[in-house]
Every structure is written in structure tokens, then in C-alpha cells.
């Protein structure tokens, strides 16, 4: 399966799973680590869980492992590491003091998704 296919599988999952302020970083021409990074905000730790799980039961529908998941025993902060694409679920304080987007965005390259669509944000690439 393809990382962009990996990537709307994601979107997909935490749509329904009502994920707030979705957000897509294109990161292909930044590291060799990953191509997509998502990140999500679940209102509490049990939604948090809930986003991570209904990632995991998608991808497992189509037949897609993770490579990993770190941190659904807390729940602040999870990690789906489908190698292609990475999934970081938070809670709203715990990914505002990372601010991973901040991070990785250098401005061209980040998306919201919104439900059923993306929105580009700023400048964007053409491909």
C-alpha cells in the first residue's frame, strides 16, 4: 500500500472518530524518516485512545500493521508509526507544548484536513 493511501486511511479513521484540528505534514522533502506526518487533538485521554484505536481497527480491516504504537497506556500522547506515515495523537496541552507542527512545517508543506477535504494552508507546492 502506498503512503498516500496509508495517509487517507488515516484522515479517514480520525474523521469518523471526530479528531479535532487535524493537521497533514508533508514531510518527503524534509527527512528520509517518514513521508507524511499526522497530528490530531482528542479531547481527553479516553479520546485520545478511542482516535488511536480507530486508526488501528482501520488499517487492520485493509490489512496494514504498524511498525509501532507508543503511549495508549497514558493516553496524552500516542504514536502510530505505519513507517510511511506517522500518526501523533494528543491532547490539546501536550501538543501545544511540542507543537511538532512548528517543528516540521516550514511553512509550505502543512495541511488541515477538514471534514471530507483539505485545505492547503499558505504557499503550496505543486507536484
Known amino acids: 500500500m502506498q503512503s498516500e493511501e496509508i495517509k487517507d486511511l488515516v484522515l479517514a479513521a480520525l474523521d469518523d472518530a471526530k479528531g479535532e484540528q487535524v493537521r497533514v505534514l508533508d514531510v518527503r522533502e524534509l527527512t528520509s524518516i517518514t513521508d507524511w506526518m499526522v497530528v490530531v487533538s482528542g479531547r481527553s485521554d479516553r479520546h485520545v485512545k478511542a482516535l488511536s484505536d480507530a486508526v488501528l481497527e482501520r488499517a ?51 495541511v488541515t484536513a477538514s471534514p471530507g477535504r483539505l485545505e492547503a494552508q499558505g504557499a503550496s507546492r505543486e507536484r
Do not use: C, S
Request: charged share 30%.
Open 60 to 110: 487492520r480491516d485493509i490489512g496494514v500493521r504498524p511498525i509501532g504504537v507508543e503511549g495508549q497506556r497514558g493516553g496524552e500522547w500516542v504514536l502510530v508509526d505505519f513507517a510511511d506515515v506517522l500518526v501523533h495523537v494528543m491532547l490539546p496541552r501536550i501538543r501545544e507544548f511540542y507543537n511538532l507542527e512548528k517543528l516540521w512545517d516550514i511553512g509550505k508543506t502543512a
